[in-house]
């Protein structure tokens, strides 16, 4: 199935194609950054392109020389480094190119953050606009497909996801889940992370695929895999960097009677968390149907919110009394809260306490009748 796929960044990038600045595009493995650099230059001609998965490619441009860079970008307008992060010091080569005036407009492309950030913050400190992209969101599917197909798809997207390969396939969705899984999923973050023991990345997500919706403790984690708490933690942090996990922090503005250092921790992807599972068992015939939603609906909002450049943070509440908000939202000095319920015949309602100490601006209860208002 081709789906021409308008990705919402994109208009925002092209007003920054112009200066002198480098554009850094950032995301997890298969989202489509190589993609949409490719429909930002469109048919130029003079585009010179760097994968730095490419071994000969990462020698030629490791701490490169001043004159061998100015040689290699003469006559291209454009120097796109794909997969910049296995590049060293390429910040350093970038930084050369706009201190030093050459003709090029400097593209970069960015599966993890881990590598890719220590290496171009500093040298390209104003030197540099960064952008995330995500795997498709909801309104760009429904940008794709127009609004009732998408919502034929809901159920389907809510298993498999929103990865640009699978959401435009029409077979195989499963085994190419699998295949991003095994193949890309922990390949940054097991070479530039430190990681000791790679079985341990793959049993703590597994543990935090069954814990998506719920808080999350650090304390039993380890006990559970066997290694202190700040491995557990670096390890979270390392799969955030490599955007396969969105951490959110409780809410609290009075310790007394909210908690306030719990997280809770959801995949960026559904398909991903069930690849790491292996488990694609049909919506209908779930169990995890509630847990999904949750996970589905917290990361469409974030995408949404990133995707239209809004920085906004994201919590969730809990009272010591066990009141609960799934999701609150701080943009723009004012609150939004949700909570997120698939099925439209079930209530909920927002606890007092909460309304009363934040006065949240909206507060919307999500379900899978009323959920696209929300998202497109």
């Known amino acids: 199935m081709q789906l021409n796929v308008a990705r919402t960044i994109r208009a925002t990038i092209e007003r920054r194609l112009g200066d002198r600045k480098a554009i850094i595009l950032q995301g997890a493995r298969q989202v489509g950054k190589t993609t949409l650099i490719e429909k930002l230059l ?7 392109w760097v994968n730095g998965d490419d071994p000969a490619a990462r020698v030629r441009w490791n701490d490169i020389s001043r004159s061998l860079l100015t040689q290699l970008v003469a006559g291209y307008s454009y120097l796109v480094i794909d ?6 010091n390429v910040g350093l080569a970038v930084k ?16 993890s953050s881990l590598n890719l950030a220590s290496s171009l913050n500093e040298p390209l400190t104003g030197r540099k606009w960064s952008f995330e992209l995500y795997a498709l969101s909801w309104s760009e599917i429904v940008g794709a497909i127009r609004l009732p197909a998408a919502l034929d798809r809901v159920n389907e997207l809510l298993v498999t996801g929103c990865y640009p390969e699978v959401v435009t396939a029409t077979d195989s969705k499963e085994e190419r889940l699998r295949e991003i899984a095994a193949s890309y999923l922990y390949k940054d973050i097991l070479e530039y992370g430190d990681v000791r023991k790679p079985d341990l990345i793959v049993k703590l997500l597994r543990a935090l695929a069954y814990q998506i919706g719920a808080e999350v403790s650090y304390q039993e ?9 700040k491995t557990v933690q670096r390890y979270i942090k390392l799969l955030e960097d490599a955007y396969v996990l969105l951490r959110l922090s409780a809410l609290s503005t009075n310790p007394r009677k909210e908690i306030s250092t719990s997280k809770k921790i959801y995949f960026l992807d559904n398909g991903i968390r069930n690849a790491v599972i292996d488990d694609f068992t049909p919506f209908d015939e779930r169990a995890d149907r509630g847990p999904l939603w949750e996970n589905f609906m917290v990361t469409e909002l974030y995408k949404q919110h990133r995707n239209q450049g809004s920085r906004g943070q ?12 799934d999701l609150v939202i701080s943009a723009g000095g004012k609150y939004h809260a949700y909570e997120f319920k698939y099925n439209p015949r079930k209530k909920a309602t927002f606890a007092k306490s ?23």
């Not at 050369?96 to 599966?111: A, E, H, Y």
């Not at 984690?221 to 708490?229: H, K, M």
């Not at 969730?316 to 009141?323: E, G, I, N, P, Y």
Request: glycine share 6%.
């Open 42 to 48: 469109g048919e130029q001609p003079d585009v010179l």
């Open 83 to 88: 997969e910049a992060q296995r590049i060293e």
């Open 96 to 111: 050369m190119c706009i201190d030093g005036r050459l003709p090029v407009k400097v593209l970069l492309s960015g599966s």
């Open 221 to 229: 984690l380890s006990l559970l895999l066997g290694v202190d708490n």
């Open 314 to 325: 994201f919590y969730f509440w809990r009272s010591r009394s066990q009141a609960e908000v």
């Open 354 to 376: 909460f309304i009363d100490r934040y006065k949240p601006q909206t507060m919307e209860v999500v379900n899978v009748g009323n959920f696209s208002e929300s998202l497109v």
